[in-house]
């Protein structure tokens, strides 16, 4: 019998396999602009696109509701979740 995930191990089991990958990847933002990890960042958009999140208003939604958990599970400490513009700003790798 196939064992039932939950939302908690799905994260965590997430958050260990893309965060080891994304951690690799270089930040192309400029040091005042990195407000939020990109590790981190990216696991959450994943994890939101996974879940059913088709925009990226869909994308920051998924993060604010769970902006706690994440944080949580993720290791990282935002007060804030990210908004849609800065989501799309990171995924395009824009400097500015």
């Not at 925009?55 to 990210?82: H, Q, V, W, Y």
């Amino acid at each position: 019998m196939p064992r039932l995930l939950t939302w908690n191990s799905i994260i965590t089991q997430e958050s260990e396999v893309f965060g080891g990958i994304f951690s690799e990847l270089g930040d192309r933002r400029k040091a005042q602009r990195k407000r939020y990890e990109l590790a981190p960042l990216l696991c959450a958009v994943v994890l939101a696109t996974v879940r059913g999140a088709s925009s990226l208003r869909e994308i920051a939604a998924f993060i604010d509701e769970r902006l706690e958990e994440l944080n949580r599970l993720l290791g990282t400490n935002c007060r804030k979740a990210p908004s849609w513009m800065t989501i799309g700003r990171v995924l395009v790798g824009n400097r500015g």
